[in-house]
């Protein structure tokens, strides 16, 4: 006995003659199981809902066809608000400039960062002139003071400013244009 065993018969429309009629026969119930799981799971019901639908397609007929529908839409709506709490317990929204959570720590992270870093670095040495020496002085992790860089690079403390910023200026299209240059989906250009 198949699910479709359950449902009248209905017109041809190429599911077997019951495809609407299997709908009919189940939409109030999926939609009242959905609707009382929803929100213990933490997902919209027509989202939950249309996981149900999508596993009862799946199985309307062959081996894998439910022989009580009625409880087997139960347990389908059961199992995939579970499934939706795992996912919100692991997943989590990405907000630009917003927190970074558990991915701070992560070894891809450190990964991405050290990439970074190495990346900034490299540029930081094409740069012209004195600018590869002034924006190492002034990342140096002791933290030097103007007057400190200023006596290290043998430059008036005045024109660290103006010069930091012409610098930066360069730095800044300097990595735009890399980031720019690879083409679409990644391929290089």
Do not use: F, K, N
């Not at 699910?3 to 939609?31: I, N, Y």
């Not at 199985?59 to 919100?88: F, I, M, N």
């Not at 924006?135 to 860089?149: C, G, K, N, V």
């Amino acid at each position: 006995m198949t699910l479709l065993d359950h449902v009248p018969e209905a017109p041809a429309d190429g599911t077997g003659g019951r495809g609407p009629a299997v709908v009919h026969a189940l939409h109030a119930l999926v939609r009242a199981e959905a609707g009382a799981e929803a929100q213990a799971a933490g997902i919209e019901a027509a989202d939950l809902e249309q996981a149900v639908w999508l596993r009862l397609l799946e199985r309307r007929t062959g081996p894998d066809a439910p022989a009580d529908p009625a409880r087997w839409v139960r347990a389908a709506v059961r199992a995939e608000a579970r499934t939706a709490r795992r996912r919100a317990r692991r997943e989590r929204a990405y907000t630009p400039g917003g927190p970074l959570g558990d991915w701070a720590g992560s070894p891809e992270r450190i990964a991405v960062g050290a990439d970074e870093r190495r990346a900034l670095r490299d540029a930081v040495g094409r740069l012209p002139g004195r600018c590869p020496r002034l924006i190492e002085a002034m990342l140096a992790p002791h933290d030097p003071t103007y007057r400190e860089i200023a006596g290290e690079l043998g430059m008036s403390q005045g024109s660290l400013g103006p010069t930091r910023s012409r610098c930066l200026g360069c730095l800044r299209r300097m990595l735009a244009a890399e980031v720019a240059s690879p083409g679409l989906r990644g391929e290089q250009g």
